[in-house]
């Protein structure tokens, strides 16, 4: 964790002296702590990454926005979490509820690809109309983890409520940013008695 608090600031008081390379070394290793099996260290992960875009200069943050959008979706839509079996009512427990590591790998690997995609919508709380990309990602994670139980679930419900709780006032202008299959699909999630 506190490298993280380290990373940041070596990127942000250097950020116009490194090249390229380095911004994106930095980029990539807070990326990747996304995905470690601590849920503190992937909080912060997700909070450090949202900020390094904002504070990003324009040419880098569009480049890295692009590609860490197209990483996150693919990482949530490569990774479906299994059908669960019907069980049967009559049959005693056996008390395997238990996660496997490959079911908890996969949750870690989910709740990664919904944290990094909130860390872009984070990263432009106020900006009004949307950037083109957030429709988008609002709807691959109302339609592809809104429904999940635990925290990939949780995560997903609590991103839709702060943008939705910081577009308040300017709703009218960003709706225009949806299509209407993206407006529907948020509806179903959080919106149904607000903005339909």
Not at 3 to 14: N, S
Not at 51 to 74: A, E, Q
Not at 128 to 148: F, H, Q
Request: glycine share 6%.
């Amino acid at each position: 964790m506190r490298v993280l608090i380290i990373m940041q600031i070596i990127y942000f008081r250097r950020l116009f002296l490194m090249s390229n390379l380095q911004q994106q070394s930095l980029f990539d290793c807070v990326a990747s702590m996304l995905t470690d099996t601590q849920l503190e260290v992937r909080l912060g992960a997700a909070t450090t990454l949202s900020g390094m875009i904002r504070c990003s200069p324009i040419t880098l943050r569009d480049t890295v926005v692009k590609d860490l959008n197209n990483k996150f979706t693919t990482m949530l839509l490569q990774s479906p979490l299994p059908k669960r079996p019907r069980k049967d009512l009559s049959a005693p427990s056996t008390g395997t509820s238990t996660p496997t590591p490959e079911h908890t790998k996969l949750i870690v690997t989910r709740h990664a690809a919904v944290l990094g995609l909130g860390a872009l919508i984070q990263a432009f709380p106020y900006t009004s109309p949307p950037p083109a990309w957030v429709p988008g990602i609002l709807a691959t994670l109302a339609n592809k983890a809104s429904g999940e139980p635990g925290m990939v679930g949780n995560e997903v419900k609590t991103i839709l409520a702060a943008f939705k709780k910081t577009r308040q006032d300017t709703w009218h202008v960003d709706l225009k940013a949806f299509s209407p299959e993206q407006i529907e699909g948020l509806e179903g999630v959080l919106w149904r008695s607000y903005f339909a």
